[in-house]
Every structure is written in structure tokens, then in C-alpha cells.
């Protein structure tokens, strides 16, 4: 059982350069999100997707791009990559209704330069 | 949207020592409130939740309590151990709503 996967976990880019994070899992979950951690912010979410091609905003959205044509894929996209995105990304998926649990994927530390 | 404030953002115990960590909300609409725990370059996992119907519930030594009216819920973590320490995050969310809003995280050492 796969669960939640995270690709790259770990990745460093130049800024002005476009970085893809995957995230994929098999659960079949409805929802999937978007966070980044940060030291003294805690997780802050990014976007989120409550179905295959359903996406919002969260908190954070400035400076990124989401898709979801499958239910199992959410790809995160930063278009220019800026400094201020270095961050630890942590995708995570739930299941629809009003089930409480979240469940991360391993992370992807990005370091933008 | 909702605020939620963490308390305190680092905490040294004694191990056997309790552990209490505490958060405020700012929505009265949030019924929901998970705590995560996160060993060093790990993922968050949840480790307990409560609902807005429920004042406390307990999971073996770890506890949470919630106090709607005061618009607070804590973490209480017993005899604690060395394989506790990790970084505690609490969380809110609302009825109907799809976001959790995270706390700042509180780093417990557990000092052997």
C-alpha cells in the first residue's frame, strides 16, 4: 500500500526557474492539499482540490499553480520560483465528507537560490 | 478565516513528567480539532482529535480537552517518554469548511 508519495523529495532550483512537486496517491481520497512549512508558521496551506478538477485557494496560493485531472494526481507548480518559496512542501489527501484525517506525504524540501 | 494560536512554542519536561500544550481559536463555527505530532524529518500524523460535541478524550496517556466557551482546546501528554519528543501542531476547522488551519507547532523535548 503506497499511500501518499511525494516527488522530488528533494530539489533545488535557481530563481526565475518553473519546479514541478508531484504528489500522488492510492487511496482514492476526494480531497488533496497543499502545504508549506516554515519555521515559526507552522503548516500553511497553499490550495486545495475537493475532487478531480476542483480546485481553491488556501492561505498562501501567491506564486503557485495547481491541476487536478485525476483524482489520484495534485501537482504543484511554482511558475518563477523565488526565493521566499524555499520551503519544506507537504502534500496530503483525506476523505470526503466530514472525516477529520489528514494524511501527509514524506515532503519535498525545495531550495530556491 | 480562522486563527489558531499555539502555546508554547518550545517545551522542555522531565521524562515521567506531564506535558501540557495549549491552543486558542478565533471561529466559534469550528468543531473540529486535531493534534498532529511530527518526529524530526518526518511527515505530521495525527495522534488524537476531538469534536465540538465533546468536552475531552483520552488515548492511553495523551489526552486533549476542549473548552468551546473560552474557545480553547489543550494537549495533555502523561509520563512522558524520550520517544514523545517532536513537534506538536494543533488544528481547527470548521463545519462544512475543507481547510484545517494549523498552529505554530510546539517543539517538547523530553529530557531523559
Known amino acids: 500500500d503506497a499511500g501518499i508519495t511525494q516527488s522530488p523529495r528533494y530539489k533545488i532550483t535557481e530563481t526565475g526557474r518553473q519546479v514541478t512537486l508531484m504528489c500522488h496517491q492510492t487511496w482514492s481520497h476526494s480531497y488533496m492539499f497543499w502545504y508549506r512549512q516554515d519555521l515559526g508558521h507552522g503548516l500553511r496551506l497553499i490550495y486545495y482540490?475537493?475532487?478531480?478538477?476542483?480546485?481553491d485557494k488556501g492561505e498562501v496560493p501567491d506564486g503557485y499553480v495547481v491541476s487536478r485531472s485525476k483524482t489520484e494526481n495534485f501537482p504543484l507548480t511554482l511558475e518563477s520560483a523565488t526565493r521566499s518559496q524555499t520551503s519544506v512542501y507537504f502534500c496530503?489527501?483525506?476523505?470526503?465528507?466530514?472525516?477529520?484525517?489528514?494524511?501527509f506525504g514524506e515532503g519535498s524540501r525545495l531550495t530556491v537560490l | 478565516g480562522e486563527n489558531v494560536e499555539q502555546h508554547p512554542s518550545t517545551l522542555s519536561v522531565q521524562e515521567g513528567d506531564s506535558a501540557v500544550i495549549k491552543c486558542t481559536y478565533s471561529d466559534s463555527a469550528s468543531n473540529y480539532f486535531p493534534w498532529y505530532k511530527q518526529e524530526l524529518g518526518k511527515r505530521p500524523q495525527l495522534i488524537i482529535d476531538i469534536r465540538s460535541n465533546v468536552g475531552e478524550k483520552k488515548d492511553q496517556r495523551i489526552a486533549v480537552t476542549l473548552n468551546k466557551t473560552a474557545k480553547h482546546f489543550s494537549l495533555h501528554i502523561t509520563e512522558t517518554q524520550p520517544e514523545d519528543s517532536a513537534v506538536y501542531f494543533c488544528a481547527a476547522r470548521g463545519t462544512g469548511a475543507n481547510n484545517l488551519f494549523f498552529g505554530t507547532g510546539t517543539r517538547l523535548t523530553v529530557i531523559p
Open positions: 496530503a489527501s483525506r476523505l470526503g465528507g466530514d472525516t477529520g484525517e489528514l494524511f
Open positions: 482540490s475537493a475532487a478531480a478538477d476542483i480546485t
